[in-house]
């Protein structure tokens, strides 16, 4: 079956910076690959998407990069503000099926 | 905005006990997910329907848990007997076709004693 691996478990930045968190899948079939985010004690919410025909797509401050050789896909936030704190999932599916999702990071944003 | 409805939201058993979750998707969402979430980790798939047929549930561990979704509606989750392991998040998400977003419900958060 499919290996999502994420890195790092956290990440510390001050506001204003970026943040950069990066995933590996192992199954060349995976054709999807979604963002979440988690806000403590909430339910986690998609933040961005991105699929295999594409290598990139933004969305204002939060981006989502995808190689698709080297199978690994990064999500880009910059400009962080304090709100951009919680913990992202990232996720690897075929056509919707079978969701493997990482391990999480969690992202603190200093003020 | 439509979310998904889950109940409970908390819930305390005993180990060797009968627990059940229920989940209501977005209307119109064909597809439906469970999801049991350990904390620290990220969600694991446990059971996926497309309408009242399920899918996947290859990570089902099928000797307790059952999942049913009889009119491709809402859906059910059950855990018999249930085991101190078995104390985790259980989230439900459902998409209005495979392939697109997901949204979650809130989860039930299982204790098990």
């Known amino acids: 079956g499919e290996n999502v691996e994420q890195h790092p478990s956290t990440l510390s930045v001050q506001e204003g910076d970026s943040a950069v968190i990066k995933c590996t899948y192992s199954?060349?079939?995976?054709?999807?690959f979604p963002w979440y985010k988690q806000e403590l004690g909430k339910r986690p919410q998609l933040i961005i998407d991105?699929?295999?025909?594409?290598g990139e797509k933004k969305d204002q401050r939060i981006a989502v990069t995808l190689n698709k050789t080297a199978k690994h896909f990064s999500l880009h936030i910059t400009e962080t503000q304090p709100e951009d704190s919680a913990v992202y999932f990232c996720?690897?599916?075929?056509?919707?099926?079978?969701?493997?999702f990482g391990t999480g990071t969690s992202l603190t944003v200093i003020p | 905005e439509a979310e998904v409805a889950q109940s409970p939201r908390y819930k305390i058993t005993e180990k060797s006990q009968a627990v059940a979750f229920w989940c209501d998707p977005i209307?119109?969402?064909?597809?439906l997910y469970w999801y049991r979430q350990i904390l620290g980790q990220g969600p694991e798939l446990l059971v996926q329907?497309?309408?009242?047929?399920?899918?996947?549930d290859s990570q089902l561990p099928k000797d307790r848990f059952s999942a049913e979704r009889l009119k491709g509606v809402d859906s059910t989750l059950k855990i018999q007997p249930a085991e101190l392991g078995d104390s985790a998040m259980y989230l439900c998400?459902?998409?209005?076709?495979?392939?697109?977003?997901?949204?979650f419900g809130p989860g039930t958060r299982l204790t098990v004693t």
């Open positions: 329907f497309q309408d009242e047929s399920v899918v996947d």
């Open positions: 209307s119109g969402h064909a597809t």
């Open positions: 996720a690897a599916s075929q056509y919707g099926n079978q969701f493997y």
């Open positions: 199954d060349s079939a995976s054709n999807y």
């Open positions: 991105i699929r295999s025909n594409v």
């Open positions: 998400a459902s998409s209005l076709v495979v392939g697109y977003e997901q949204y």
